[in-house]
């Protein structure tokens, strides 16, 4: 799948690059990626072997400000995926116009079976392969999948013993370490933000709509939580363990409590069980995909029913499925702006760190709102100049202010 998503990436790319004429030269400097760092990282395991692992780091673009983006801790993680993710993230600070670049990182491993103690050896075994080339004002990493505040905090501390007290390393902290109020919920949020404002485009309101969500980690959890809270309705959610339907609408909240409790959502009896890729096709208003990339494809897409797909994960449509969304007439919100509030808020905490100035809550969901709200209004205004679908709208978007910046900066 990483491959593919590379390339699928370079696809959209391509496409917007298309439509703004540029030279072939020109879209091979975007594509490239400034540095890829890997890293060997051996660790004791609790059982006393040694875990050997594969750490990546790639630095795609800082034209326009730091590099920036999450680490996940994945089996799947390899050079492809975390350079396709990286150009992503380059795209998205600057649709969200967050004076970053783009990066990503990970390691290869099945976090599942890590205890708390080697996840943490593993964190900081990591940071030393890679503390020379992050910083507060040249690359700061912040949370993805499997990995979350504590993992934020191991990093802080470790990079701390090599270069001193510096907070704006990384963002996603917790608040006792200069994290930002409302981190934590900013990616869901944004998705719930970005949602309300494709709804009021098309003179619709987000109360009474139906709600599916693939994937109910952090980000699927959190749009959940305010999905409801804004009056729609929840009717199915999914994890690794499958699907979970109940058309009456979903207990979000004991939902959300079971899963904490349990690490998952396995063995919850609070609506009907089915298999999980199930949940991607059925009757539903709005689907958010949470999880992973590339789950809709040409195979499924024409069973998609959503009117709506608002995407909560990086990459979870291949070009081929968001062609038949656009001969459905499926409005596709894209991840590059939908999913954009988490390295929003990451920008707010970075800026708090900087100042050593903190935020409450409501200023942050305030500021988070308007950068959606303006960043959506960009979007619409190059959908019409170039009559294309939202996707594209967005990557030219992005690409545009990254070559704007390219050519000022004489790079």
């Known amino acids: 799948m990483s491959k593919k998503f590379l390339e699928n990436t370079k696809v959209f790319i391509e496409q917007a690059t298309a439509l703004l004429d540029y030279r072939p030269d020109i879209v091979k400097q975007l594509e490239t990626p400034h540095r890829e760092v890997r890293v060997e990282l051996n660790i004791r395991m609790d059982d006393g072997s040694i875990g050997t692992f594969i750490g990546f780091r790639v630095q795609h673009d800082d034209a326009r400000g730091p590099f920036k983006g999450g680490l996940r801790y994945h089996h799947h993680v390899d050079s492809e995926e975390v350079t396709a993710l990286a150009s992503l993230m380059t795209w998205k600070t600057a649709v969200a116009g967050v004076p970053f670049g783009g990066a990503k990182g990970g390691i290869q491993v099945d976090a599942s079976t890590l205890s708390d103690a080697e996840k943490q050896r593993l964190t900081r075994k990591f940071i030393d392969g890679i503390h020379d080339v992050i910083g507060a004002k040249s690359d700061i990493p912040a949370p993805d999948v499997n990995t979350d505040g504590q993992t934020m905090a191991w990093i802080f501390d470790q990079f701390a013993k090599y270069h001193g007290y510096e907070p704006g390393v990384v963002t996603g902290k917790p608040v006792a370490l200069g994290g930002s109020e409302g981190r934590t919920q900013a990616t869901g949020r944004g998705c719930v933000y970005a949602t309300e404002e494709i709804l009021a485009h ?131 919100v894209p991840d590059i702006y939908a999913n954009c509030g988490g390295v929003t808020v990451s920008y707010f905490e970075w800026s708090q760190n900087m100042q050593h100035f903190y935020w409450d809550e409501e200023r942050v969901n305030q500021e988070l709102r308007k950068v959606m709200k303006k960043a959506f209004a960009d979007l619409m205004a190059i959908r019409r100049k170039h009559e294309c679908n939202l996707r594209t709208a967005a990557f030219v978007l992005g690409v545009s202010r990254v070559k704007e910046a390219l050519d000022l900066r004489g790079l």
Not at 219 to 248: C, F, L, M, P, Q
């Open 202 to 332: 098309e003179g619709e309101e987000l109360e009474g709509k139906t709600v599916v969500i693939q994937g109910f980690g952090n980000v699927g959890t959190w749009a959940a939580h305010d999905y409801v809270a804004k009056g729609a309705k929840v009717i199915g959610i999914s994890d690794i363990s499958g699907g979970y339907v109940r058309e009456e609408g979903i207990d979000v909240a004991d939902a959300i409590a079971y899963a904490k409790e349990n690490r998952g959502l396995e063995g919850w009896e609070g609506a009907e069980k089915i298999d999980g890729a199930k949940i991607l096709t059925m009757e539903c208003d709005i689907l958010v995909p949470a999880a992973l990339g590339g789950v809709l494809t040409k195979e499924n897409a024409g069973d998609v029913k959503a009117r709506y797909i608002v995407e909560g994960a990086n990459g979870p449509t291949d070009p081929e499925a968001q062609d038949i969304f656009d001969e459905k007439g499926i409005h596709v």
